[in-house]
């Protein structure tokens, strides 16, 4: 049996008997899909459990079908269907969009996207909910490895032409935190240090902030996530310097975005020198990596 079929070869086979089946997500479907096709989502456990209440007989011919049939989505069901004992597997070549394109017939219902359309972002400035955000760090050291959290103080994001084009994010270095530690001594003894002159001296300096000033859109075409790299100033312990990470933007189904970004920085660059190698000598049980991975997380929602 050939591992694709085209949308005019589906039409014989679905009067054979065969059936389609959508492997996107829940709320895909409900928003747009093959009239008749049933769904079992391939990124969810339980998909081989949606395929048997859906298609109990195992030598029922299976067609499956993704959004577009650019990634690799509908092959991945073609795989796991084999392996659970369903012979006649095809993935439909284009997915939904070369179904629409070919005219055939679809239901919609509740969920975005509108059916067979992208989902967009409107232009305009978004603030961020500081309740559902924030910054989480990795400080390594000889022996250890710790993580915490920052809380976010304010911030917002600028998109335009779909894009991010501006804005800016203030930490709250108060809030500094330890995740990973869990006797309260131990604990607490970390967050003053950090705190302290050793390294952020958050008496002196009782924010953080970064600024975007501009965003190289990426090559790929996701567009429920498009992703780029982030470029802007960051300044700590009132230094700042231009800094430069991949980043990703992701349109909710509610208006609101969720921005995502992973890197590293040198904290000496910034004046954080305990423990530096490069700073000091004979440091021993006290020598701390000059390395730190900050990670985002961002809620932002759209102002009237």
Known sequence: MKDTLTCSELKERLSAGARVVDVMTPEDYAACHLAGACNACIYEMVFLDRISEAVPDRDTELIVYDATGTRRTAELARERLLQAGY???????????????AGFAM?????????????????GVYLVDTG?????????????????SIGIQSGELVLRGGSPSGGSVVLDMHSIDN??????????????HLKSED???????????????????G??????????IACGELTIRGITRGVRFPAIVAPQADGSIKAHAVFDIDRT?????????RLFERLGMHLVHDMITLELFVLARRTP
Not at 219 to 226: N, T
Request: aromatic share 8%; charged share 25%.
């Open 107 to 123: 239901e919609s219902g509740e969920g975005p996207p509108a059916c067979g359309t992208e989902m967009q972002v409107p232009d």
């Open 87 to 101: 012979p006649k597997v095809s993935v439909l070549e284009g997915g939904l969009r070369a179904l629409r394109a």
């Open 132 to 148: 559902q955000s924030r910054l989480e760090w990795i400080g390594r050291n000889l022996n250890n490895r710790h993580h915490g």
């Open 219 to 228: 090559a790929g075409d996701v567009q429920e996530a498009p992703d780029g």
């Open 269 to 277: 660059l910034w004046e954080v020198g305990y423990g530096s190698g």
């Open 179 to 192: 995740l990973d530690l869990q006797d309260p001594a131990w604990h607490d003894l970390l967050v003053r």
């Open 199 to 217: 390294f952020f001296a958050v008496e002196r300096f009782p924010t953080a902030s970064f600024r975007l000033t501009g965003w190289e859109a």
